[in-house]
């Protein structure tokens, strides 16, 4: 029976192109979750609305009312989903699916804080309006206010709310197709010859303790001669520091 040399460089071409499209989903869903922050970030130090006043007002004709007024909410859902963004690049399979659900939530809280403003531009608005004219109350407010434009930006927070929630449920879905994480996040980790570090270093995985090393001395096991003696010598150093002499004498 032969064997088709081929075999094996086409089962390492498949692991190859699998590994590749592993990469690529991580680096494009998490891509869609900065940018979708992104946007909803610009969006919120923008200007959402611009409200004319009546002239009984007596103040500004219009009113210019950023997006932290209109969706005070809107830059810190954004910032949490940037580290969100940061804790899914290092998470393990299980922690990421946690992650993800909560990016999910999170881009939901943008949309409706986004659709509420622009449900409601007036309602939004009331609180800058208040602060330039002085005028407080819902039915004073609007008394005052002739035309509300409402301009592009909150659009924008919209689409980055989107852009939150689809790349969060991305995560769910193919998330066990992602990479794990790096090994420079682990405590311990092989070598390239596969060799753990710790042995590489002459240490040794497991911590001998006071009782172990009693044991090995009953038994005969310790170490014996100038060995031995060394270490003595360093204990009875280590005394006379305790007791405030000089070993070195």
């Known amino acids: 029976m032969t064997v088709d040399p081929t075999e094996g460089d086409g089962g390492d071409i498949d692991r190859e192109v699998e590994r ?3 990469r690529r989903s991580k680096y494009v869903t998490l891509l869609a979750l900065v940018a979708g922050s992104g946007l909803a970030l610009l969006a919120a130090t923008q200007t959402w609305f611009g409200v004319h006043l009546t002239d009984v007002a007596r103040h500004v004709s219009v009113l210019s009312v950023p997006g932290s007024t209109a969706a005070p909410a809107l ?3 954004a910032l949490a989903g940037l580290a969100l963004t940061a804790a899914l690049a290092i998470a393990g399979p299980v922690f990421r699916i946690v992650l ?3 990016g ?10 986004a659709g509420t403003a622009l449900g409601d531009a007036l309602r939004a608005s009331s609180s800058a309006i208040t602060t330039a004219t002085g005028v407080a109350g819902t039915a004073s407010v609007r008394r005052l206010v002739d035309q509300v434009d409402v301009q592009f930006w909150p659009w924008l927070a919209v689409v980055g709310g989107a852009l939150i929630v689809l790349a969060s449920a ?10 794990g994480p790096s090994r420079k996040y682990q405590t311990r980790f092989a070598g390239e010859d596969g060799v753990d570090s710790a042995a590489a270093l002459g240490l040794s995985a497991t911590e ?13 096991e310790a170490s014996s001669g100038p060995a031995a003696l060394d270490r003595d010598t360093a204990i009875d ?5 305790s007791r405030g002499d000089d070993p070195t004498r």
Request: charged share 25%; glycine share 4%; aromatic share 4%.
């Open 100 to 102: 993800a659900l909560l």
């Open 237 to 241: 150093s280590w005394d006379e520091l």
């Open 20 to 22: 590749r499209v592993s």
């Open 104 to 113: 999910v939530l999170l881009g939901v809280s943008v949309l409706i804080s």
């Open 75 to 77: 830059t810190a859902l």
């Open 208 to 220: 001998e303790t006071d009782d172990d090393e009693a044991r090995a001395v009953a038994e005969g």
């Open 170 to 179: 991305a995560v769910v879905v193919l998330s066990r197709l992602w990479p």
